[in-house]
């Protein structure tokens, strides 16, 4: 047993004795050294050409690389780099570009001619090492692209699917192709990419955000700063950016939580009566319109026939209730040809009196339909729905009931 403890203990000193000696070796060599360029001209034409700035460090430093134009101006590449030893050495791809201070233009193709590298390290226990390497630069000089006339409309969007200011366009004209990038980016600075890597050529751009992410989730209300970034060719990107608001959004929901069509034996030409009771149990207000709780159809009307059309279904955003029956083959354009507005007043308290009204979240309305079968079936199969117009059907033929009807 003590001979064992006196093996491993050996052992152990002996890895400890090594590498210390490998440290001090390492932190004995220079600061600063092994540095070079892949090549001494670099030939920029838009194909992404670069060339490799290589270099070793012997100990903890903080590195800075720069260049150096004939003129003395100076391009920063990497500012106070934390660097340790490491027996590889640290490369740098360089393309021709170097960043700027500029707000616009946040990288910039450096213009042709002949460049200093310099690379330099500090040692976090003292000591410092710069190490100067020529380079030429040889490109088309190309301008930085220009993101003109940026422009967001409405900055404040309410996207909750009720036709009103759900988007925003955010337009631009582009002078010369580019890649596009457009992100958001929240409150709290999470960003959230909207379009990425998009090839666009030199004319008016436009994109519509709806205030959700690329996979489809709704953002919570808030400011927000949209960013557009265009890069040429060359490396040159430019980037600006504007204010938008969500204020408003959620996701509507409605369910119909009763029905019932009585009587469900009539004679051809008389009506039966449909209850109907509907729920908002969504987390924002619902804009409905139509005929009143109470109008009565007949089966050779539809609802764009009544009123002197005065109910065709609008672009999306509204609401209405509906009843169908199982041989209407009108298709989806003549679903639920009878409809009527889900709301529990009367079309004179309404929010906009006699034209629309809007089913507040947690709000529900008891509506009557009446219909007047003047269809020659002796049964028809009649069924319930919700209807957002220009979008779908929701909780389609629901409550399903059939009506008898004799001659």
């Not at 960043?99 to 040692?123: F, I, K, Q």
Request: aromatic letters at 8%.
């Amino acid at each position: 047993m003590h001979i064992g403890k006196k093996l491993r203990g050996a052992v152990s000193g002996g890895l400890l004795l090594l590498l210390g000696l490998a440290l001090s070796a390492c932190s004995s060599g220079t600061l600063l050294a092994d540095v070079s360029l892949s090549s001494d001209e670099l030939r920029t034409t838009g194909a992404g050409e670069s060339l490799t700035i290589s270099y070793t460090i012997s100990q903890p430093a903080r590195v800075s690389v720069a260049l150096l134009d004939s003129a003395g101006v100076r391009y920063p590449l990497r500012i106070d780099q934390p660097r340790l030893p490491s027996s590889e050495p640290y490369s740098l791809r360089f393309d021709g570009t170097a960043p700027t201070e500029d707000p616009v233009v946040r990288r910039r193709a450096l213009p042709s001619g002949n460049y200093t590298l310099l690379v330099t390290a500090v040692g976090d226990t003292g000591g410092s090492a710069m190490v100067e390497q020529p380079l030429t630069i040889i490109g088309s000089d190309t301008p930085p692209p220009a993101i003109d006339d940026l422009v967001a409309f409405p900055t404040t969007i309410s996207p909750n699917a009720d036709g009103i200011d759900d988007v925003t366009e955010i337009t631009f004209s582009l002078p010369t192709t580019a890649t596009l990038d457009i992100a958001i980016t929240g409150p709290d600075g999470t960003v959230y990419p909207f379009i990425s890597g998009e090839e666009a050529a030199p004319e008016l751009q436009r994109f519509v955000w709806n205030g959700r992410t690329v996979d489809g989730f709704l953002l919570p209300d808030g400011t927000y700063t949209y960013t557009v970034r265009a890069l040429d060719g060359v490396g040159n990107l430019v980037e600006r950016s504007g204010p938008l608001a969500i204020s408003g959004g959620g996701q509507p929901h409605a369910t119909i939580t009763y029905s019932y069509m009585a009587p469900q034996s009539i004679m051809l030409g008389d009506v039966f009566t449909i209850t109907m009771r509907v729920k908002n149990d969504g987390d924002v207000p619902i804009r409905t319109y139509g005929p009143a709780s109470g109008h009565e159809y007949n089966t050779d009307q539809v609802f764009s026939s009544i009123a002197d059309g005065a109910y065709v279904a609008k672009p999306g955003g509204f609401w209405r209730i509906g009843v169908d029956w199982d041989a209407n083959s009108g298709g989806a354009a003549k679903r639920y040809p009878y409809r009527w507005a889900m709301t529990p007043r009367p079309p004179e308290e309404w929010r906009v009196p006699f034209v629309e009204d809007l089913l507040l979240p947690g709000e529900e309305a008891v509506i009557i339909g009446r219909i007047r079968v003047q269809q020659p079936e002796t049964r028809m199969g009649f069924y319930v729905g919700l209807i957002q117009d220009g979008v779908g059907f929701f909780q389609d033929r629901s409550g399903r009931t059939i009506i008898h009807i004799g001659f």
